[in-house]
Structure formats: C-alpha cells, structure tokens
C-alpha cells in the first residue's frame, strides 16, 4: 500500500501555503483531478478533461505522473480541452524529440519537451500557474517518488516523463528523476495528502497489447505498461471516481491515433459526470 511516507518533495513547499487558494473555498468541496501515466494513451486525458469542462466541473488541484503530468500542465495554466485538443493535433513528434549526444544512458536529451512546456506556459514557474498542481517523478537512486510543485515547469515535466532507457534522467537540485510511472502511475495518495475531498482519477493504462514488440522502444514501453498496471490498480481503488478510458485497442508506443483517443476520453469523462457530482454531494452532506 502506498502511503504518505513513500513521497517527498524537493521543494519544501508546506501543504497549508501551497493549497491556500483551495483552502479558501468553502462552497463546494476540493476536488483533485488526477491523470495517470500512458503514454501516447494520455492523449485521452484531453477528452475527459473536454467532459468535466463542459458539466462545470472544476479541480481545485492537479496531480499527474509521465503522460499526465504534460496534460494536466496544460490545463493548470489555463488552457481549455479545446485548446489543448488543437495543441495535440499541431505539434510534431520532432517537436518533443531531441537525439542526446552519443549518451549510452538514454536516446532522447529531454530538452526539446522541457522547452515545449515552457513556451506554451509562458515560462511561469509551477507555483504560478492557474491551478495548484504536481508532477510526480521517481528518484532514480532510490526508487522514491517525488514530488514537484515548484520551479521550471517545463523540467518538472521533463522529469515526470523520462522514461529510463529513452529519455536521459533530468537532474533536480542535484537528484537525478526518472519517469513518475515507475513509482507512482496514478498518485491518488498525493491528492489525499494535499487535502482533497473528491478525487478523480483518470487511469489511460491497458493491458500490453502488441505481442510482436520488435524495437527497443515498443518492448520498454510495453514492460512499463505490465509493470504499472498493478500499481495503478491499487492506486485507483483510493480514488472517489475511477474513470477508465476505453483506449486499450492502441499502443501506448503509437502516437498516431491522437483524435480516436482524445475521443474515447471524452466518452468515458461524459459517463462519469453523475458520478462525480454524487460524490461532491456526499461530501457536502457531510460537512
């Protein structure tokens, strides 16, 4: 069981200060929206984010490791589902794809998605952006899952989404991270440590699906989805809505079906609107 003891930050940032805005808030109860790693299956995160956008359903925080973490980015500082759908659509895997300089570490340096980020945040550091949010990314040296909520924005990002073997590992005050699937691909248990009453879960990952995995890329990425399908199942029993976008008929390694995806989590957010208004009107009752 993942507990609060499995996770540290390296920005010392007290859950009081960081959640103050929330805090204020006394009408409705703090709502968490939580998306999980996946890859190109993370293109499914717009989709539901479309969903509760269009019910007038608002978190009050974000929390997102590997793929989630660039999704939930872009809704943090401001961008609508629509907006971030046109995003997807436009930018080119060259875009995201800088070769690392002979390094026997990792194929892809990270510094071209780093930039990507901050350019479409206007280079705002995480701690001002719109939304209070988290990207969550593992320490390399000992397995522990990190916290990010402050600093470069597009390197928190970096950091939550360099998969060991084809991203380098990006370094952070000295501590080197890797891909936040590997310790925590759905971190409910954050949102709960940051004070969310409510949290929705969006969990992109699938059973493997491609047998014949021939490259190097598709056989990590399909050892990373056997990997993190546990771990997220438990994870996604602590949330108070799990939604599973019906995406398991594509490749986490095929980023060429952006539009089916961002549709299957559009489909799957609608479902569960009832659901999370059930569940925010429980907690009101209780109060």
Do not use: C, W
């Amino acid at each position: 069981m993942i507990t609060r003891r499995h996770f540290s930050t390296l920005a010392g940032v007290s859950m009081t200060s960081f959640l103050a805005p929330v805090m204020a808030q006394t009408s409705r109860p703090k709502t968490a929206l939580v998306l999980g790693a996946g890859s190109a299956r993370g293109f499914a995160h717009i989709g539901v984010i479309k969903a509760i956008e269009a019910a007038g359903i608002k978190p009050d925080l974000i929390v997102g490791a590997s793929a989630g973490s660039v999704i939930g980015v872009f809704y943090a500082a401001g961008y609508t589902g629509q907006q971030m759908e046109d995003i997807a659509m436009k930018v080119r895997d060259a875009d995201v794809i800088d070769q690392s300089n002979n390094s026997k570490r990792g194929l892809i340096a990270g510094a071209a998605l780093q930039k990507l980020i901050n350019t479409f945040v206007k280079d705002k550091p995480i701690e001002s952006l719109k939304i209070p949010f988290i990207a969550i990314a593992t320490n390399l040296k000992n397995g522990e899952a990190i916290q990010l909520k402050t600093g470069d924005t597009g390197q928190a990002v970096r950091a939550s989404s360099s998969m060991p073997g084809i991203f380098l590992p990006t370094s952070i005050n000295g501590t080197e991270l890797v891909d936040g699937a590997i310790s925590s691909p759905l971190p409910v248990a954050v949102a709960r440590q940051m004070g969310a009453e409510v949290v929705i879960a969006v969990d992109v990952g699938s059973a493997p699906q491609n047998p014949n995995a021939a490259g190097i890329y598709e056989i990590i990425m399909q050892s990373f989805e056997i990997m993190g399908q546990a771990i997220a199942k438990l994870e996604g029993q602590k949330a108070d809505v799990l939604i599973k976008p019906n995406v398991g008929a594509y490749s986490g390694s095929d980023f060429g079906n952006r539009a089916q995806l961002i549709a299957a989590g559009l489909t799957a957010g609608q479902r569960a609107v009832e659901q999370i208004r059930l569940a925010q009107n429980s907690v009101k009752k209780r109060k």
